[in-house]
């Protein structure tokens, strides 16, 4: 623990804020992911973390071994670079995972597709998008 | 005195983030359904890169990186495998 006492008071300063908020953001998403009622909202909670907290915590590690060993130390990016890039990935196939479980729920497991008509949907398209003209046409 | 406040936010984030990761297992055990269990994981993960990184700084050790890293990888193959196979039912098609 001899290192902490080689920082400068500002950048002590800094690092301890920075990583006081990132734990507590992450903290934070935590509670959410717990607490939201639907599986919809909870896919939200914890992007907290992901994205702030990571952030947060990288800088604060980054400012902390730069000043320690005298050179700038940019390798902690590396980590925030994937985190950039798999997060979006991951939570994109989550929820279109979910969202197809809950299809195949509604249709009773059965997998039954109604059979795709290459001639008819087009003609009650444009009844539909008539009726909805019609109907929310005066309305506003 | 500034490295006191310095140790002190440390070890309040270690806590915070054991707190997090206590959260996303209790979801993960609780969850109602698969995909709340596979979101509790790569939070798990998460929380658990995040804790690597802090301990690293507390202890001045650069080698907790390597484990931040690592578990970041793993996480990210873990969750797209269990998506997919939520979605497909099958890993490798």
């Known amino acids: 623990m001899m290192h902490l006492e080689q ?5 002590a300063l800094i690092v301890a804020l920075f990583v006081v908020i990132g734990a507590t953001l992450t903290l934070l998403g935590g509670v959410g992911l717990v607490r939201l009622k639907s599986f919809y909202q909870r896919l939200h909670a914890p992007t907290l973390g992901y994205s702030y907290g990571t952030l947060l915590i990288i800088l604060a590690s980054m400012l902390m071994f730069s000043l320690l060993e ?11 670079i994937f985190i ?11 929820g279109r995972a979910a969202l197809r479980r809950d299809r195949d729920r509604k249709l009773g497991h059965d997998e039954v597709v109604p059979p795709r008509n290459r001639t008819e949907p087009p003609i009650e398209t444009e009844d539909e998008d008539e009726t909805k003209a019609e109907t929310g046409g005066p309305q506003p | 005195m500034t490295a006191e406040i310095l140790r002190f936010a440390l ?15 209790w979801r993960m055990l609780l969850g109602p359904r698969a995909q709340d269990r ?16 802090v301990i690293g700084m507390g202890n001045g ?5 390597e484990g931040a890293l690592v578990i970041a990888v793993l ?6 495998c269990a998506a997919k196979f939520l979605m497909r039912g099958e890993v490798i098609e």
């Not at chain 1, 005298?70 to 925030?80: D, K, S, T, W």
């Not at chain 1, 950039?84 to 994109?92: E, K, N, R």
């Not at chain 2, 596979?38 to 990184?53: E, K, R, S």
């Open chain 1, 7 to 11: 920082l400068p008071p500002w950048a």
């Open chain 1, 70 to 80: 005298g050179r700038a130390v940019v390798h902690e990016l590396m980590i925030g």
């Open chain 1, 84 to 94: 950039m890039i798999t997060t979006p990935i991951t939570l994109l196939m989550l």
């Open chain 2, 11 to 25: 070890g309040y984030a270690q806590i915070a983030l054991i707190l997090a990761l206590a959260l996303a297992c």
């Open chain 2, 38 to 53: 596979v979101l509790g994981l790569d939070t798990m993960y998460i929380n658990a890169m995040l804790l690597f990184l």
């Open chain 2, 61 to 65: 050790n650069v080698f907790f990186f």
């Open chain 2, 75 to 80: 996480g990210f193959v873990t969750t797209v």
